[in-house]
């Protein structure tokens, strides 16, 4: 079972993502130890577009680092780079999610509330879909209120 799971855990890379981790890790690995530490992963990270902070670096490290020894070996980096891309994954998510509440009425701190008129308008006039958006408004409007807040706009998104 423990197999089946590491490599499931590998399979979240694409062979692409692999290649271009190996590429990175060795161009960083500086005295051919074939581990790198905290601020040889600093670079890598950077390289790769990311800014992390030093609590995210130790963080990242700690994470992964089996053996504790304050560095990390290609597979610990691997696992790195499978948990940052999950992370920034869930990040985008919630934060389109946010993006198109507000965009509807509601405030960025997830507080406020779209209006039903608002969303019929938007699916029916501005994008022209024809799915019945009043039926999916009153399965989600649990209160009622022809207002649908964060939580019941998400349900509705997800549909």
Do not use: Y
């Amino acid at each position: 079972v423990i197999l089946i799971v590491k490599i499931f855990r590998i399979m979240v890379l694409t062979q692409e993502e692999i290649d271009g981790c190996r590429e990175a890790f060795l161009a960083f690995d500086k005295d051919r130890s074939g581990t790198i530490d905290v601020w040889e992963l600093r670079q890598v990270l950077e390289a790769m577009g990311q800014k992390p902070t030093e609590e995210e670096l130790f963080q990242m490290i700690s994470e992964v680092d089996d053996n504790m020894s304050g560095s990390i070996d290609f597979g610990e980096f691997l696992k790195v780079i499978e948990n940052q891309k999950e992370r920034a994954e869930n990040f985008d998510d919630e934060n389109d999610m946010i993006d198109a509440f507000v965009a509807c009425g509601g405030k960025a701190n997830k507080e406020g509330h779209v209006k039903r008129e608002t969303l019929v308008r938007i699916i029916k006039q501005d994008f022209g879909l024809t799915i019945d958006i009043e039926e999916l408004i009153n399965k989600i409007d649990s209160d009622g209120s022809g207002e649908i807040e964060f939580d019941e706009f998400k349900i509705l998104l997800s549909s």
